[in-house]
């Protein structure tokens, strides 16, 4: 529908500033704006009209308006101007993901060399989250013609983007649209709920953009199965070269070869709550090329709802009481870093080396 031009600028006036005060917008107020050369009287007949026409509402025998769902509808189609953060906006955002991001990161990392170090041995790092990692919310936002970047912002903080081709014409307001269905109805939700019945539920609602829901849904569920993977560190496969084992290349090649990330993040996720070390002895382990290796791992609990397990992967031989001690004793300095944000009482890095012959 059409909306003349001085309809449009008051509607977007009682929309921006009931957005700011939650309270019913009068004509008095509206003729006090800067630019509004209209008179109260002309504003109050407009007013009426906007509100005939399902744009504003009247909540109670006052004066006052506030936008109807129509009315925002209306405004954020084609009224709504973009808002540009600040710089101080921009730092303040930029750092408070940066510092969560990069410390955690930055101390799985190191907790992969400090083990490989402290046992001259292979080690990884490996975080993993439960089930309870949902979708935020999904923004989806026009790029190039023919194309949208898709944003899905999960509950740990994650963000992750995708550019899309539009196999049909789509306009911005479709998908800001599309970003409002989605929102309501999938954030929040495990991903074993996004049902065939609630995807065609979405559809429907979506209007002309109802074809972009199975790809929205498809990016979505991968990134939440992304997140329960969790984050696989691996450090120090050349350690393995200097155990009298290895020193035929051929073997360690096999070995170095498995040493990824895949091979790690097969290795047992969930153990034994009575005993938190367990040992993998030669063809335990998950992968062929690690049948005559052994693996020690523990876990410790990073809190939010996530685990983190530390192992070290070496020979047979290893002597298995030094390095599980070891671990267990560094697993239960992360436990009480990550738990409670302090240090361990004595560091692993003072004590081990001094033990060592």
């Known amino acids: 529908m059409e909306l003349s031009e001085r309809k449009q600028k008051i509607l977007k006036a009682i929309v921006d500033l009931y957005i ?12 006090a704006l800067p630019g509004m050369d209209f008179s109260s009287a002309t504003i109050r007949n ?14 109670h025998t006052s004066a006052g308006r506030i936008p109807s769902p129509a009315g925002y509808r209306f405004y954020i189609d084609r009224l709504m101007q973009d808002y540009s953060l ?23 990392s190191q907790v992969g060399k400090l083990v490989s170090k402290l046992t001259n041995l292979p080690a990884y790092a490996l975080t993993s989250h439960n089930d309870s990692v949902r979708v935020r919310r999904f923004e989806l ?10 944003v899905v912002m999960t509950t740990d903080e994650t963000v992750k983007n995708k550019l899309i081709k539009l196999p049909l014409r789509v306009s911005e307001s479709d998908l800001k649209l599309l970003s409002a269905v989605l929102n309501a109805s999938l954030a929040e939700l495990p991903p074993e709920q996004f049902t065939p019945e609630l995807i065609d539920r979405v559809s429907r609602s979506a209007g002309v953009a109802a074809g972009l829901v199975p790809v929205v849904v ?3 569920t991968h990134v939440l199965e992304e997140c329960s993977r969790g984050e696989v560190y691996v450090t120090g496969q050349n350690r393995l070269l200097s155990q009298p084992e290895y020193q035929e290349l051929s073997k360690a090649q096999e070995v170095l070869g498995a040493l990824d990330e895949d091979t790690i993040s097969n290795l047992p996720a969930k153990l034994d709550p009575n005993s938190p070390v367990q040992i993998l002895v ?12 052994s693996v020690v791992v523990t876990r410790f609990d990073i809190g939010d709802g996530m685990q983190g397990m530390i192992g070290v992967v070496g020979p047979q031989r290893m ?35 001094k033990k060592e012959e």
């Not at 009068?26 to 003729?31: L, N, P, V």
């Not at 030669?282 to 290796?293: C, I, R, W």
Request: aromatic share 8%; glycine share 6%; hydrophobic share 35%.
């Open 20 to 31: 700011r005060s939650a309270e019913p917008v009068g004509s008095k107020t509206i003729a």
């Open 282 to 293: 030669g063809p335990e382990n998950v992968a062929q090329e690690l049948k005559d290796t």
């Open 86 to 108: 600040s710089v101080d906006e921009t730092k303040s955002i930029n750092q408070a993901m940066e510092l969560r991001m990069q410390e955690f990161d930055r101390a799985m």
């Open 141 to 150: 936002l026009p790029a190039n013609p023919g194309s949208f970047i898709l």
């Open 319 to 353: 002597d298995y009481a030094q390095i599980t001690a070891r671990l267990s004793y560094f697993a239960e300095g992360l436990g009480r870093m990550f738990g409670k944000q302090e240090l361990p009482e004595h560091q692993p890095t003072d004590e081990a080396p």
């Open 46 to 59: 407009e007013m009426a009209e906007l509100t005939n026409l399902g744009f504003l509402e009247q909540p």
């Open 218 to 220: 498809d990016f979505a």
